[in-house]
């Protein structure tokens, strides 16, 4: 099975018509997500920006994608940080980017990256590429208004039909994988259930995050640049919504739901 941190990219030549509709070439194809509208056309090449910490990771995405009719790499990226910077220096049309970058430094990733990009490129579709079997983060980045989410321990054809489907499709939810959504089912998720997730604010779930990944207090602070105490707050809230009683419950209901 090809996963994502294969260097063989999926062949193009396996879509149908080669990725394209030849009847409608010239259509004006309107994508809708959440509370943004983008207007493509499908005879215009589509702009790719890839983020991920993994050199591998980073060159099989780049490969896939790039290997998709009407799809170009813009750049390729190894930190959020670099991510935010590239982006207002090339053009780009999709953003595809890995959900956890560079640990234990003072790098942009997460919910937090996510919320940045939302904020600043609101027009640009986001498809993010994740371990994460967090029901909660899961839920937090389709509320965010992300295009997709996919594992990253799924074929590499996933990604590319993640691609075009954000590009052509018509569906306002987030496209799920099959990976992320045979998750959801296993962990015993229906749609509802996936929706009535624990209701964690970002803050609080990046905070958790942090701490499960062994990050104190004061060093979540200075990360996020927020104040100690208002951390702290955030922590105790998130442990009473969860009811978690001990740090070291809290660290294992991070690791266990894929957070670190």
């Known amino acids: 099975m090809k996963s994502l941190s294969s260097q063989t990219p999926f062949r193009s030549a396996e879509l149908p018509n080669g990725g394209h509709d030849e009847e409608h070439q010239s259509d004006e194809i309107y994508c809708t997500f959440n509370r943004y509208v983008i207007l493509m056309n499908s005879t215009r090449i589509v702009h790719v920006v890839v983020a991920d910490d993994h050199a591998v990771v980073r060159r099989a995405v780049a490969q896939t994608i790039d290997a998709i009719p009407g799809f170009k790499i813009a750049a390729i990226v190894k930190s959020g940080t670099e991510l935010l910077e590239i982006?207002?220096?090339?053009?780009?049309d999709l953003i595809v980017t890995d959900f956890s970058m560079q640990r234990g430094t003072a790098d942009e990733d997460g919910l937090r990256l996510i919320a940045r990009l939302r904020r600043n490129y609101p027009s640009t579709p986001i498809i993010v590429f994740t371990m994460l079997t967090n029901g909660g983060v899961l839920q937090k980045l389709c509320k965010m208004g992300v295009a997709g989410i996919v594992g990253k321990d799924e074929e590499s054809a996933v990604i590319e039909q993640a691609c075009v489907t954000?590009?052509?499709?018509?569906?306002?939810?987030?496209?799920?994988?099959?990976?992320?959504?045979?998750?959801?089912?296993?962990?015993?998720?229906t749609a509802e259930g996936f929706l009535s997730a624990p209701d964690l604010s970002p803050k609080e779930l990046e905070v958790v995050r942090l701490f499960g990944m062994g990050?104190?207090?004061?060093?979540?602070?200075?990360?996020?640049?927020r104040t100690a105490t208002t951390v702290a707050t955030q922590k105790r809230s998130a442990m009473r919504k969860l009811h978690v009683e001990t740090n070291a419950d809290l660290v294992k209901y991070a690791q266990e739901q894929g957070l670190t």
């Open 87 to 92: 982006l207002t220096a090339v053009e780009c």
């Open 166 to 189: 954000v590009r052509s499709h018509l569906n306002a939810r987030t496209f799920l994988s099959p990976g992320i959504t045979q998750w959801l089912v296993q962990d015993g998720n």
């Open 215 to 225: 990050l104190s207090v004061t060093q979540i602070a200075q990360q996020l640049n």
